[in-house]
T-cell receptor, first 117, second 112 residues
Framework: GAVVSQHPSRVICKSGTSVKIECRSLDFQATTMFWYRQFPKKSLMLMATSNEGSKATYEQGVEKDKFLINHASLTLSTLTVTSAHPEDSSFYIC?????????????FGNGTRLTVT | QKEVEQNSGPLSVPEGAIASLNCTYSDRGSQSFFWYRQYSGKSPELIMFIYSNGDKEDGRFTAQLNKASQYVSLLIRDSQPSDSATYLCAVRPQGTGNQFYFGTGTSLTVIP
């Protein structure tokens, strides 16, 4: 149980274009999903919290107009990188929790490797 | 971002030895703590969690938590080459939603 599916796994795009990444909870409903970004040999940095039916909450320093998040259903959140630039090249990972409680972990999607040329 | 600190390593241990990984955190009110393993190019996978002071054992893994010192550790007994990965400490702070904050990770190499 608690499977999170992320698509695509890899994407290469040209500078100035937009890229959409999908994150789905396959066997549970997720009112909240989390988007992380990871640069090579660096840690996971929380970008934003995606809330079903309402606006996402962005971490300090993350441009909400550049990283558009939509959480239209209880099983799907999307992250759109708008007008991508080479510095946006990174590993983007979504995650969600399927249960409440202190011991409930985050379950991760397989990540999306974005390369902007 | 809440601060979660780990020694980036690399940490090398011979096969069969005990690997010790450490993590400190800044938010004294943090509620629960997780250890994840991440292979290169892959997403993190959960090893174990702890939220009470003391030790918690799961197979070859033992998590240790000391809230007074704001310190959590992971011991890997009988280390295997397949344990070679980056280990991420994740903290769930108090007073927030469900988000976790991650340390920079410790790279572990188990030498056959």
């Amino acid at each position: 149980g608690a499977v999170v599916s992320q698509h695509p796994s890899r994407v290469i795009c040209k500078s100035g274009t937009s890229v959409k990444i999908e994150c789905r909870s396959l066997d549970f409903q997720a009112t909240t999903m989390f988007w992380y970004r990871q640069f090579p040999k660096k840690s996971l940095m929380l970008m934003a919290t995606s809330n079903e039916g309402s606006k996402a909450t962005y971490e300090q320093g993350v441009e909400k107009d550049k990283f558009l998040i939509n959480h239209a259903s209880l099983t799907l959140s999307t992250l759109t990188v708008t007008s991508a630039h080479p510095e946006d090249s990174s590993f983007y990972i979504c995650s969600a929790r399927n249960l409440p409680g202190l011991g409930s972990p985050l379950h991760f999607g397989n990540g999306t490797r974005l390369t902007v040329t | 971002q809440k601060e979660v600190e780990q020694n980036s390593g690399p940490l090398s241990v011979p096969e069969g030895a005990i690997a010790s990984l450490n993590c400190t955190y800044s938010d004294r009110g943090s509620q629960s703590f997780f250890w994840y393993r991440q292979y290169s190019g892959k997403s993190p996978e959960l090893i174990m969690f702890i939220y009470s002071n003391g030790d918690k054992e799961d197979g070859r893994f033992t998590a240790q938590l000391n809230k007074a010192s704001q310190y959590v550790s992971l011991l890997i007994r009988d280390s295997q080459p397949s344990d070679s990965a980056t280990y991420l400490c994740a903290v769930r702070p108090q007073g927030t939603g469900n988000q976790f904050y991650f340390g920079t990770g410790t790279s572990l190499t188990v030498i056959p």
